[in-house]
């Protein structure tokens, strides 16, 4: 369903979303598509992209950011939230920067930024909102910030950095109009 994003907005940020713009090199074109937003990300996420920079450098750009917050979760309230959000994704190592990034979001009662398919079947579960690459991209169309040609080639730069979207990016509007984006 096509949801609005106001300007304003609370999104925080996975991993795989930042790590896959930092590798197409277009985070500075996230940026511009996020300007409204109040944008973050958490600490484990942040160390996630550390640990894979060790790997792939160019991930450390997505560290680097200056507009992006940076949740730490340290205060009780904020740990007992992310730990509910590792038992209900049954998060061990694997799924611990998008617990982090639900704990983010319910307690800044923002929208969580996924494209992690098990981890929006279950964010959806407790009805916690959540979205991924697409929405933003077709939220960015909906505005006017992004054409649905930019978007498809958006799309494809970060699909060939191996990111798992659901549409390619000549079949991005089709997809969009078929799922209520656009």
Request: charged content about 25%.
């Amino acid at each position: 369903m096509s949801l609005p994003m106001p300007p304003g907005s609370v999104l925080v940020l996975d991993t795989m979303l930042l790590y896959h713009f930092a590798l197409a090199d277009r985070l500075d074109v996230l940026r511009d598509l996020l300007m409204d937003a109040d944008c973050w990300t958490t600490r484990v996420v942040m160390e996630e992209l550390r640990s894979g920079a060790v790997n792939r450098p160019e991930l450390m750009a997505a560290c680097e950011v200056d507009w992006l917050k940076r949740a730490q979760l340290d205060t009780l309230d904020e740990i007992r939230c992310f730990t509910v959000w590792v038992r209900r994704l049954g998060a061990e190592e694997r799924h611990l920067g998008e617990a982090s990034v639900l704990a983010a979001a319910e307690l800044r009662r923002g929208i969580a930024i996924t494209d992690d398919r098990q981890a929006t079947k279950v964010a959806r579960a407790y009805r916690a909102e959540v979205h991924g690459t697409i929405w933003l991209l077709a939220a960015a169309c909906r505005t006017g910030k992004q054409t649905e040609v930019g978007a498809g080639n958006l799309i494809d730069a970060l699909r060939a950095t191996s990111a798992r979207l659901p549409c390619s990016g000549a079949d991005f509007s089709a997809y969009a109009r078929r799922h209520h984006l656009l």
